[in-house]
């Protein structure tokens, strides 16, 4: 579970700082950070997936019910588990396509339609062979149960990721138009950056004819990220097409000052 946490946050991470120009590697976040980050791109899927087993928990015992209190009620049953192979058999033909890129589904399309068409067999199933009395699985299919499992398995880890990549993205792009919720920063060096960038003043302090150790301000800047001693930073009219950060490293030559607004 820590190890699909952490695979989770490093998707959504890097995606999110993708989007301005630098990926999770280069800033270089801690384990326990990105683990954090994980819960941005968790909450929509596991509110799905238990509320998909809230409804199958509290149907399944009632259709089941129903086939064994008469003749009638499990050969309807069989006959829907039957119908339903045609649905889940056209799902996982799209999928395929979706994988192979024939068509396009979006990230999430192929991973998706795969996992739910084998979901809806694999259910359809379960349930024809309770109408008929039986135990499942029957002899001779655990081993594609297994599979089945597997799969599903599978392509929910790989839907999950998809998302965890457009969630990041998505955030970026919203912050990237309200950057105001950033952290505003006042910085002080010792050297000229020669920056250049839009909303950004340079203005040398007043004692920096006097031999002062810190000579140039600079004021129009917002707090991307910060990790160990580096700060990186961008422009307060930080654009996509135009999008420059400074990677900043905290010592003795800078002197930070964050404010509001």
Not at 45 to 73: D, E, I
Not at 160 to 167: D, H, L, N
Not at 220 to 225: E, T, Y
Not at 242 to 254: E, I, K, W
């Amino acid at each position: 579970m820590t190890a699909l946490l952490l695979f989770f946050g490093y998707a959504y991470t890097d995606a999110f700082y993708g989007y301005f120009g630098i990926d999770a590697e280069t800033i270089g976040f801690s384990t326990q950070e990105l683990l954090l980050r994980s819960s941005s791109a968790l909450y929509l899927p596991a509110g799905v997936v238990l509320s998909g087993l809230l409804v199958a928990a509290l149907a399944f015992p009632l259709v089941a019910g129903a086939a064994r209190r008469g003749t009638g009620g499990a050969r309807a049953l069989r006959g829907m588990c039957l119908a339903a192979v045609l649905p889940a058999a056209a799902l996982l033909v799209l999928g395929m396509l979706a994988g192979f890129e024939a068509i396009d589904a979006g990230p999430m399309g192929a991973p998706v339609l795969i996992g739910g068409a084998l979901l809806l067999a694999l259910l359809a199933r379960l349930l024809y062979v309770r109408g008929s009395g039986a135990t499942f699985p029957v002899a001779g299919e655990r081993a594609a149960l297994g599979v089945t499992t597997a799969i599903v398995a599978l392509c929910a880890y790989w839907a999950v990721g998809s998302y965890a990549q457009e969630k990041g993205q998505a955030d970026a792009e919203q912050l990237s138009h309200n950057l105001h919720l950033r952290p505003a920063v006042l910085l002080d060096t010792s050297e000229r950056l020669s920056l250049g960038w839009p909303g950004v003043r340079e203005a040398p302090l007043p004692e920096a004819a006097a031999g002062a150790h810190f000579r140039y301000r600079y004021e129009g800047l917002r707090l991307l990220a910060q990790s160990g001693n580096r700060m990186f930073l961008i422009p307060r009219r930080w654009t996509w097409d135009t999008g420059n950060v400074l990677v900043l490293p905290v010592d003795a030559d800078v002197r930070v000052a964050f404010h509001a607004g």
